[in-house]
């Protein structure tokens, strides 16, 4: 069985309970990345440290889901899928490789956000979804911020 990714002890999935976002920081170039792959996918390094982020992005992609594959999530559809770009390492190394995350897109008080205000371009913040007591999703949700770049959504 896989182990969790330990972060000065904690698991990866604590410090999401502790409502703290980090990913893995190249210890040679310097990059950032998630998933927590063990081998830099830039130049291979495989020593890193974990970086705590500010959690504020923009939405670099989305989908909507109509169609729950597990029965268990029936009844939160239709619900949005987010794929944010963080502010941390936007546009870098290149501009198709930037450091991104999916997740839901949610509501302030944590319910699936409605299909028409989700746009590519939308300024987002994390949050994060309680499941347990030692467990958390990280999530995002809208901000008051204007968009940057293009919008476009679903027509
Ligand atoms: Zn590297």
Avoid at 26 to 50: K, N, Q, S, V
Wanted: neutral net charge; contains cysteine; hydrophobic residues 40%.
């Amino acid at each position: 069985m896989p182990q969790p990714v330990q972060y000065r002890g904690m698991s990866l999935i604590a410090h999401a309970r502790a409502h703290r976002l980090v990913v893995r920081k190249c210890a040679a170039c310097g990059l950032l990345r998630y998933p927590p792959t063990h081998a830099c996918p830039w130049c291979m390094e495989l020593r890193f440290t974990w970086q705590e982020l500010s959690g504020r992005g923009t939405i670099y992609s989305y989908e909507i889901v109509h169609h729950a594959i597990q029965p268990g999530f029936k009844e939160l559809t239709p619900y949005p899928v987010v794929l944010v770009e963080l502010d941390e390492q936007r546009g870098r190394p290149t501009p198709d490789e930037s450091l991104r995350i999916i997740a839901n897109l949610l509501t302030p008080d944590l319910r699936p956000e409605a299909e028409e205000k989700v746009a590519i371009g939308t300024r987002v913040r994390v949050v994060f979804q309680d499941l347990a007591d030692h467990m958390a999703l990280p999530q995002f949700t809208l901000t008051d911020e204007p968009p940057q770049g293009r919008v476009w959504r679903l027509p």
